[in-house]
Structures are given as C-alpha cells and as structure tokens.
C-alpha cells in the first residue's frame, strides 16, 4: 500500500543476488523524485545465490534496512508496511511469482508503483524473460534497442507494452578515461558463467597470461565476481582462482576483488566475453575489446555486441590492437558519456511514477499476462517453486502461515539454511560434473 505524500517516498527493493541488489538498489534512488530524501528497504530472496556480506559491501549500494526472506516472508511484510514504489530485481520466475502474489495480496486495494527490469545485457531468453516480467507499472529497459525489442514481444503476443519504459543502466558513471597511465593496465573482467565449460575457461585463462609474459611492462588483472562458494547471479563452477591453483602466474599478473568502479578506475583496456563491465567501460571511454576467440554465439552473449566495433581477439590484442568503438552503436546502447544524456536517462520513468502516484484512488489490480487460462502449463510450477497456490496465496505450511518463530527455531534455520547453501554451491556442483564424466 502506498505511503503518504506528504512524507519522504519509501522504497522497497527485493533482490535475490549481489548483481541484482546492486541494480535495484541504485535503480531505486534514480527513480526517486530530484533532490527528494527518500527511505530504502533491502529484502534478500532467501535462495542458493542470496549474497554474502562481503558481496554486499562490494556492490556499494546501501540502505535503510536489510533483511533476508523468503517470498512468503515478504509478501507478508508488503501487506504491512507502506510504500511508494516496490523494485523487483528478481530473476524472471521470480518476478512473475511475486507479482501474482503481490496481486492477491493486495486486491483491488492501495499498492505502490511496482517496478521490474533487467540487470545488463539481454542476450538470451528474451520472450521468456519478458513475459515472466509482464505486469509491473514499469518494465525498465536499459537502452533504446532494448525499449524497442521489448516492446515488440509484448504486441506480438498481444500483450500491453505501455510498461517498457527506457530509461540506463544505474550503475553507469566515475571518470572518464583521461589516457593511458604508467603501467598500462589491461582488466580481464570474469564472467561466473561465460564460458561455461573447463576447457574455453582454462583457454582464456592461458591467452590471459600469455599477454602477460608477452607485455612484462603491463600490469595485467583478472577482475574476479566471487570467491570460491559464493555464488552470483549465476552460478560459477569453475572459478578462474581454481584453475589457476598451482599455476606459475607472471609476477604482472594479480588476481582482484572489489568495486568494478574502482578497478576501472585503473584500467587502460578492458577485455571480457560479454560481461556488463563493458558497458561501463564503454561509457567510460575505456578501450573496450570483446573477445571473439570462441566465437560469436548466442550462447557466449557476445553477440550483443555486433556492430560496436569492440569485437576482437586475443592475437589481435597480443599485437597492440585498440578497439574503437562505433558512436552511434553507444547511442543506442545508452552509452554515451559526454553527452549529457545520462543524466536525464531516468526523467521519463520518474515522470511516469510520479503521475501514477498522484492519480485519483488507487492503482488498478496487478495484471500479468500470464494466468491460469494463458499459461496452465506452466504458470502453476512457476508459482509453486514460490510455495504460492495457482491464485497467488501462499501454501499450507509456507512461512506466511506460521506463527513467527522463537529465538531457538530461528538459531535452527539459520543453520539449515548454512546446510542447503553448502549443498547448492558446494557439492552439487561437483556432483553435476561427475555426472558428465
């Protein structure tokens, strides 16, 4: 329900990785009228890729007050608490499970501004990913080809697409690239699951120092998402700290954690497969180089960077080469540093927001595409990996039903939820790659 104008705007933002709380959170403050104090509520979606401390503090984005639940938890806690506006950053099932909750949680009654969106790039599952999205206020996309794309799968299934809202990444911005430094210094920006098998990750980890021992006069970083057992957005089986164990690194080469920001902020040229890191460099004016060694593919996401300019390959790199990228690739992209477009990129959404809020009595009911007559076949495990029923309710049993629990249940669960996460991110993994063998 929503809070009263007159005071501050309250926000609430449920995410359900690091990746995706950083997105929400900071989405979240751009979305907040102009110079307006607002109060931010962090809910965790309690899960195999719920963050760590340490992952949060790295994310940099901070608020008011955090707390890890589960979907029937926060459900719950959305029918007793007033708010403004409700981020989503959420996986698309996600999404899709808490809006028909939400929906029958609050009926026709007050609601807040329910928005949704994605993290970065979209390179894959793009009617999936949009239609479990399809039914908050707003659908953010990061750019205008993805306002475009988005729009066009909402009409093609005749579905509303006044949602799509363009609007930027949130977390673009710092420095712009001023030349090179002494040393130079090449960033290798880690993906958790891109590539995703042994022999394309331990192949860009031997092209990664072989630039090394090519360029000693370089310093040469590998940009790190999680360590070992943490788990990001998605999940990382291979992680590059493993495969280089017992490995001779070059003294130039150095492993890294922390802010991408701050690693940019040292960084002559940036070289992933496809990570979102590109974007910021690009925005940056970064030299940006997306690797093509493995191929151009779908399944590797550097697809998405067709006609940028930036695609390359490591021999090219080990020669010198500088990508340089297309300008009018970077305007549809939402990159654009210089321009002064960044700055207004949210306007259109916080306009949006703003006249929904002050409309005359409440909000229309929550309304997804899909339901139970659009979707029987699959709109039901959606909600039930929720432990919602078909209409939304939370199911007998589920957290939402029971009386809270006293200080030695909760002692319990928290080490149950030690027990599955190690479960999830440390023996299943390991499990799955005996299966292939």
Not at 213 to 232: A, I, M, Q
Not at 277 to 303: C, F, M
Request: hydrophobic share 40%.
């Amino acid at each position: 329900m929503p809070a009263s104008a007159t005071k501050s705007p309250r926000i609430a933002v449920l995410a359900d990785s690091d990746t995706r709380w950083k997105w929400g959170a900071l989405t979240a403050r751009r979305l907040a009228p102009a110079a307006a104090g607002i109060r931010l509520d962090g809910y965790l979606l309690r899960g195999r890729a719920t963050p760590t401390p340490r992952q949060l503090a790295e994310t940099g984005a901070t608020a008011d007050s955090l707390r890890e639940v589960t979907g029937a938890e926060f459900l719950r806690a959305m029918t007793g608490e007033s708010y403004d506006i409700l981020v989503l950053a959420l996986v698309g099932g996600g999404v899709q499970a808490m809006l028909h909750g939400l929906k029958h949680a609050w009926g026709s009654g007050p609601r807040p501004v329910v928005v949704t969106g994605y993290v970065g790039v979209v390179y894959e599952k793009l009617a999936d990913g949009l239609l479990l999205r399809h039914g908050a206020d707003l659908v953010l996309a990061n750019s205008a080809q993805d306002a475009d794309r988005f729009r066009a799968v909402y009409e093609g299934v005749g579905a509303a697409a006044d949602a799509v809202t363009e609007v930027a990444l949130p977390f673009l911005g710092g420095a712009a690239y001023a030349g090179e430094r002494a040393p130079y210094t090449v960033t290798f920006a880690a993906q958790p699951s891109v590539p995703e098998n042994r022999a394309d990750r331990t192949y860009l980890l031997d092209r990664l120092i072989g630039h090394a021992r090519r360029h000693p006069e370089r310093e040469v970083l590998l940009k790190l998402r999680s360590k070992p057992g943490e788990h990001t957005t998605h999940i990382e089986e291979l992680p590059y700290q493993k495969l280089a164990r017992g490995r001779e690194l070059p003294a130039n080469l150095r492993l890294v954690y922390g802010y991408m920001g701050e690693v940019l902020d040292r960084t002559d040229l940036l070289v992933t497969v496809s990570s979102t890191a590109a974007l910021e460099s690009l925005h940056r004016r970064i030299p940006t180089a997306v690797l093509t060694d493995l191929g151009v593919r779908e399944a590797l996401g550097n697809h998405h960077f067709l006609g940028s300019g930036c695609l390359t390959s490591w021999d090219r790199l080990d020669a010198g080469h500088r990508p340089e990228p297309d300008p009018a690739w970077l305007a549809r992209q939402g990159v654009a540093a210089g321009d002064g477009s960044y700055a207004t990129a949210f306007d259109a959404a916080r306009a949006r927001i703003a006249a929904l809020l002050e409309r005359s009595g409440a909000l229309p009911p929550l309304a997804p595409y899909y339901t139970p007559e659009t979707a029987p076949g699959y709109l039901p495990g959606i909600l039930a990996r929720h432990h919602l029923g078909p209409d939304g309710a939370p199911l007998p049993g589920s957290p939402a039903t029971r009386a809270e629990a006293g200080p030695v249940r909760q002692i319990v669960r928290r080490a149950a939820r030690g027990a599955y996460r190690h479960g999830v991110q440390r023996v299943a993994p390991v499990i799955r790659r005996m299966g292939e063998l």
